[in-house]
């Protein structure tokens, strides 16, 4: 079954006073385009998405991004060791110093040194904490799951639609092939008298180089081989709806090789009906590859 390129899936989760949401988006491209928004300090989260996606997802434009929010009211106060070692060394200073000039000093209390600038403060966990890398890694691989999801969900959607479209080729083919069975007679009865016109205004003319010649032109108006070749497309992109795999570039080229072979049917039609047949074509293979262009 294919799967769209085009998804989106969302997941909020928390630790403690830390909050997150997720966001991820896909949409069409030709190659995997992975574009990721997460807050500095998360390197090892990087990594381990990067590793999530690459073996689940082989074409899309993916944008995913992460919002982390704190609870400054569920913070508590912790000493920065090393700004009270600064404080104490400093305080010891001024004591000995004091005490050499004869000057006498209250002993500072703890309350004085917790005053200090920077000695007391608010413990908050580290972004790239082991605990916080590892709930934000296992809630990223829900989030891919539902992102996942839904593409197949979409890919359900797309599969009837082009799978119709291939069906509407197939008729407009075959009509394509009755209408160039029809034009026989008129061809032959048109050769025929071009070759009466020739053969009267000239008469000198090789009777067997104009044969050859309206031989050649007959060839040039056989649109047998472009029949058989669309044929031949249809049932290639019908065998790639069927797998389980990645089509979409696959199904894109067979998309190029349709309009191609239908622009040829109606440059070599000569006559009204082969027209009409060639332009409906044109107007599917068109509309067909308009709905490709989102499968992975």
Do not use: Y
């Not at 998405?49 to 400054?72: C, H, K, Q, Y």
């Not at 508590?76 to 010891?92: G, I, P, R, S």
């Not at 069975?181 to 067997?208: F, G, H, N, W, Y």
């Amino acid at each position: 079954m294919i799967r769209s390129m085009t998804a989106f899936a969302s997941r909020t989760g928390d630790l403690g006073p830390v909050s997150w949401v997720w966001d991820m988006r896909g949409v069409n491209a030709r190659g995997l385009d992975l574009r990721l928004r997460l807050p500095d300090g998360l390197d090892r989260l990087e990594r381990a998405i990067r590793a999530a996606i690459s073996p689940m997802i082989a074409r899309g434009s993916i944008n995913v991004a992460l919002r982390l929010t704190r609870d400054e009211t569920a913070n508590t106060l912790a000493v920065n060791e090393t700004q009270l070692a600064f404080v104490l060394k400093a305080l010891d200073i001024v004591q000995e110093r004091a005490f050499a000039m004869g000057v006498t000093l209250a002993q500072p209390t703890a309350a004085d040194v917790l005053a200090q600038r920077g000695v007391l403060g608010a413990a908050v966990a580290g972004d790239d904490s082991a605990d916080l890398v590892a709930a934000l890694t296992q809630d990223f691989s829900a989030l891919l799951a539902d992102f996942l999801q839904m593409r197949a969900a979409e890919g359900a959607a797309l599969h009837p639609v082009i799978a119709a479209q291939l069906a509407q080729i197939a008729d407009l083919t075959d009509l394509a092939g009755a209408a160039a069975a029809d034009r026989a007679p008129q061809q032959r009865a048109a050769l025929v008298a071009a070759l009466a016109k020739v053969t009267d205004s000239v008469p000198e003319t090789d009777p067997a180089r104009i044969t050859q010649e309206l031989a050649l032109i007959a060839v040039k108006s056989d649109v047998t081989e472009e029949i058989d070749r669309l044929r031949a497309h249809v049932a290639a992109a019908q065998a790639l709806l069927a797998q389980d795999q990645p089509a979409g570039r696959k199904l894109d080229f067979l998309a190029q090789e349709f309009n191609r072979e239908a622009n040829t049917l109606c440059a070599k039609a000569q006559s009204a009906p082969l027209t009409a047949i060639g332009l409906d074509l044109k107007a599917v293979i068109d509309q067909m590859r308009e709905q490709i262009q989102n499968v992975e």
